[in-house]
């Protein structure tokens, strides 16, 4: 299972991104895809996730709800997390993951399958 991110960067407070997690078709028809974030010194936090389907999205970071948007296009066989609001304290490494689990309860690190390599976002003025 190889899942690879994009579209980290640097932006100012109050800007946007939209990171990107690409992966085989076979990949996305199976598993759920999840964004954890993971900043200095802090442990490993689940953002989002989205079904094999794309039918169930979860956002359980409470800090999120409401900037974040997760999706997918099977089409480019690809994850998609938008980013909008953004504030300092989203400045993390932010990794795609895959799980066997259903997107809907709360995912943790040890329901994941593969991980990303993680894409840096940094949010600052």
């Known amino acids: 299972v190889q899942l690879v991110e994009s579209g980290g960067g640097l932006v100012q407070p109050g800007g946007s991104l939209r990171l990107s997690c690409a992966a085989s078709?076979?990949?996305?028809?199976?598993?759920?895809i999840a964004w954890f974030r993971q900043a200095p010194g802090k442990e490993r936090e689940g953002v989002s996730c989205i079904s094999s389907t794309g039918s169930e999205v979860a956002n359980y970071a409470d800090s999120v709800k409401g900037r974040f948007t997760i999706s997918k296009d099977n089409a480019k066989n690809t994850v998609y997390l938008q980013m909008n609001s953004l504030k300092p304290e989203d400045t993390a490494v932010y990794l795609c993951?895959?799980?066997?689990?259903?997107?809907?309860?709360?995912?943790?690190?040890?329901?994941?399958?593969?991980w990303g390599q993680g894409t840096q976002v940094t949010v600052s003025s």
């Open positions: 078709r076979s990949t996305l028809d199976f598993y759920t």
């Open positions: 993951a895959a799980s066997a689990w259903r997107c809907g309860g709360r995912l943790t690190p040890s329901m994941i399958v593969s």
